[in-house]
């Protein structure tokens, strides 16, 4: 007897996999050009020289045995002083090697922290609309989740509602920003009251409510817009930290865990998460990737590129008369359906064969993501089955 929902989550496909399968099938029928696929979130701006030359680098000089080997299970210990040191330098919190846990990617960031936190009747708040595997990774972990909508338009926190959704039970949030799937950046008058929210109850409910912070778009951000940090804010965070966007290496499996130092008891709480780590099998992160992460922080590939995809989109969207959420992160647009069903108005799209994500994946409905980190010569093509698009709605 197989284990009924492994078996369930390994036969049901997300509906973002789904739409991104039909595009390939969709393109051996049609032609490669004549399909609009949106579906994604792969980066499509290649990885920066410096981190190619740092490969090299390490494979012509390092010991081999050595670059290849394990290291110890919270990572490499010169990388992970050199990430704390970052993070002490850039947002002016405290941190040491102490506070990093090396993994592979956000994924295994999530994963392993919510597998630190939950205990039997702990709940999580996920903040809609939110990235799919929150749900999937959250309540195998074990905890239950409780949804709080964003507040439209500008999707910021709705601190009353998520006030509203907080009670005994409790254990932790999930924040994103920059977002998935809505490109919005949290300001900091919503991470201040954020803070104040969370501050407030921990103190009713006499027990700590824990933020975690998953910022795989961090430095994915446009114009002068700033992302703040939320551990200068709030005590108890934990940053799932991941390097597949901004250095477009989401292949190779790399990121980190940074548990506040000020947060209740933190030696306990990355205790905790070491042994998260290892009871989910991580043993360490990959060992040359680590070392090649440490030596490119701070650097990014060139974002320019999707910040013209992003401008070309939005505008063009606006003008022909969608409703189009202004995004100043991450590479995603999130439209409003011109009708109430978001699924109903995708597959109208796919008649025009634009393949974008009714946000009901996300966990609310009536809207669309599309993702832009695609070539700007695929959204300059697509732009006519836009407009034909809308046309149908007016
Ligand atoms: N969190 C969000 C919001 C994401 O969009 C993604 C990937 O798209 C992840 C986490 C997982 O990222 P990683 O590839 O680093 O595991």
């Given at each position: 007897?197989?284990?009924?929902?492994?078996?369930?989550?390994?036969t049901?496909?997300s509906?973002i996999?789904?739409?991104f399968?039909?595009g390939?099938?969709?393109?051996?029928?049609?032609?490669?050009d004549k399909?609009?696929?949106?579906?994604?979130?792969n980066p499509?701006?290649?990885a920066?020289?410096?981190?190619?030359?740092?490969?090299?680098?390490?494979?012509?000089?390092?010991?081999?045995?050595?670059?290849?080997?394990?290291?110890?299970?919270?990572?490499?210990?010169?990388?992970?002083?050199?990430?704390?040191?970052?993070?002490?330098?850039?947002?002016?919190?405290?941190?040491?090697?102490a506070?990093?846990?090396?993994?592979?990617g956000?994924?295994?960031?999530?994963?392993?922290?919510?597998?630190?936190?939950?205990?039997?009747?702990?709940?999580?708040?996920?903040?809609?609309?939110?990235?799919?595997?929150?749900?999937?990774?959250?309540?195998?972990?074990?905890?239950?989740?409780?949804?709080?909508?964003?507040?439209?338009?500008?999707?910021?926190i709705d601190i009353?509602?998520?006030e509203?959704a907080?009670?005994?039970?409790?254990?932790?949030?999930?924040?994103?920003?920059?977002?998935?799937?809505?490109?919005?950046?949290?300001?900091?008058a919503?991470?201040?009251?954020?803070?104040?929210?969370?501050?407030?109850?921990?103190?009713?409910?006499?027990k700590?409510?824990?933020?975690?912070?998953?910022?795989?778009?961090?430095?994915?951000?446009y114009?002068?817009?700033t992302?703040?940090?939320?551990?200068?804010?709030?005590?108890?965070?934990i940053?799932?930290?991941?390097?597949?966007?901004?250095?477009?290496?989401?292949?190779e499996r790399?990121?980190?865990?940074?548990?506040s130092?000020?947060?209740?008891?933190?030696?306990?709480?990355?205790?905790?998460?070491?042994?998260?780590?290892?009871?989910?099998?991580?043993?360490?992160?990959?060992?040359?990737l680590?070392?090649?992460?440490?030596?490119?922080?701070?650097?990014?590939?060139?974002?320019?590129?999707?910040?013209?995809?992003r401008e070309?989109?939005?505008?063009?969207?606006s003008?022909?008369?969608y409703?189009?959420?202004?995004?100043?992160?991450a590479?995603?647009?999130?439209?409003?359906?011109?009708?109430?069903d978001?699924?109903?108005?995708?597959?109208?799209?796919?008649?025009?064969?634009?393949?974008?994500?009714?946000s009901?994946?996300?966990?609310?409905?009536?809207?669309?993501?599309?993702?832009?980190?695609?070539?700007?010569?695929?959204?300059?093509?697509?732009?006519?089955?836009f407009?034909?698009?809308?046309?149908?709605?007016?």
């Amino acid at each position: 007897m197989l284990n009924e929902k492994m078996l369930k989550l390994g036969t049901a496909s997300s509906a973002i996999r789904q739409l991104f399968e039909y595009g390939k099938m969709r393109k051996a029928e049609i032609g490669e050009d004549k399909v609009f696929d949106f579906s994604i979130g792969n980066p499509s701006v290649p990885a920066p020289k410096s981190v190619d030359d740092t490969i090299k680098t390490l494979i012509e000089t390092e010991d081999s045995v050595l670059l290849h080997g394990y290291t110890s299970a919270p990572g490499d210990m010169a990388v992970r002083t050199k990430i704390a040191e970052y993070i002490k330098e850039t947002s002016g919190v405290n941190a040491t090697a102490a506070n990093i846990y090396m993994t592979c990617g956000a994924a295994a960031s999530l994963t392993i922290s919510l597998t630190a936190l939950a205990n039997e009747g702990d709940e999580v708040i996920l903040l809609a609309p939110f990235f799919p595997e929150y749900r999937v990774f959250a309540e195998r972990a074990g905890f239950k989740c409780v949804v709080v909508n964003c507040r439209e338009p500008d999707f910021q926190i709705d601190i009353s509602a998520l006030e509203k959704a907080i009670n005994k039970n409790t254990k932790a949030i999930i924040i994103n920003s920059p977002n998935n799937p809505t490109g919005v950046v949290f300001s900091e008058a919503t991470v201040k009251e954020l803070s104040a929210l969370l501050n407030k109850k921990q103190e009713e409910y006499g027990k700590e409510i824990f933020l975690i912070s998953d910022e795989p778009y961090r430095e994915l951000v446009y114009g002068d817009v700033t992302v703040q940090f939320p551990a200068r804010y709030y005590a108890n965070t934990i940053v799932c930290y991941s390097f597949s966007k901004s250095l477009s290496l989401p292949g190779e499996r790399i990121g980190y865990i940074f548990v506040s130092p000020e947060c209740k008891d933190s030696a306990l709480v990355f205790a905790a998460v070491c042994g998260a780590g290892r009871a989910l099998g991580f043993v360490c992160a990959p060992s040359m990737l680590q070392r090649v992460v440490a030596e490119n922080l701070g650097k990014t590939a060139d974002v320019s590129i999707y910040n013209t995809n992003r401008e070309l989109l939005y505008n063009a969207l606006s003008e022909y008369g969608y409703t189009v959420v202004m995004p100043d992160g991450a590479f995603y647009l999130f439209v409003k359906a011109p009708e109430s069903d978001a699924a109903a108005f995708a597959e109208r799209a796919k008649k025009h064969e634009l393949l974008i994500v009714p946000s009901d994946s996300f966990g609310m409905g009536g809207y669309v993501r599309i993702s832009y980190c695609v070539s700007t010569k695929q959204i300059e093509n697509s732009l006519p089955a836009f407009k034909a698009l809308i046309e149908e709605y007016k």
